[in-house]
Nanobody, 128 residues
Framework: QVQLVESGGGLVQAGGSLRLSCAAS????????IAWFRQAPGKEREIVAAINWSGAVTNYADFVKGRFTISRDKAKNTVYLQMNSLKPEDTAVYYC?????????????????????WGQGTQVTVSS
């Protein structure tokens, strides 16, 4: 059974930092892109950052550029999202997602439909 398990969420003050982790089990994703999405109450799910299979290509939503960094450790089958300079508008449930059918693609997927496996989410709350 394939599982993606997020951790590292919590409550932080504006300007603070958090590091989210996404640990995969049941299969390896060394040939697949992985992304972080988020969904705030009353809003649609949106992509935050994505990393391709090799780690050489990373993409970020404009609203997190310069503040968030996505990385992956293939040996640990884990992807991270380092979040700095957090803002109250970053408050959301953060999900990691992995592509399953696309392998060795140069560019990671940009939309939810590109991703086949999803974690249960971790809450990030940023207070003002």
């Amino acid at each position: 059974q394939v599982q993606l398990v997020e951790s590292g969420g919590g409550l932080v003050q504006a300007g603070g930092s958090l590091r989210l982790s996404c640990a995969a089990s049941g299969r390896t994703f060394g040939a697949n892109a992985i992304a972080w999405f988020r969904q705030a109450p009353g809003k649609e799910r949106e992509i935050v950052a994505a990393i391709n299979w090799s780690g050489a290509v990373t993409n970020y939503a404009d609203f997190v550029k310069g503040r968030f960094t996505i990385s992956r450790d293939k040996a640990k089958n884990t992807v991270y999202l380092q979040m700095n300079s957090l803002k109250p508008e970053d408050t959301a449930v953060y999900y990691c997602a992995a592509e399953g059918t696309r392998r060795l693609a140069e560019e990671p997927g940009t939309k939810s439909d590109d991703y086949d496996y999803w974690g249960q989410g971790t809450q990030v709350t940023v207070s003002s």
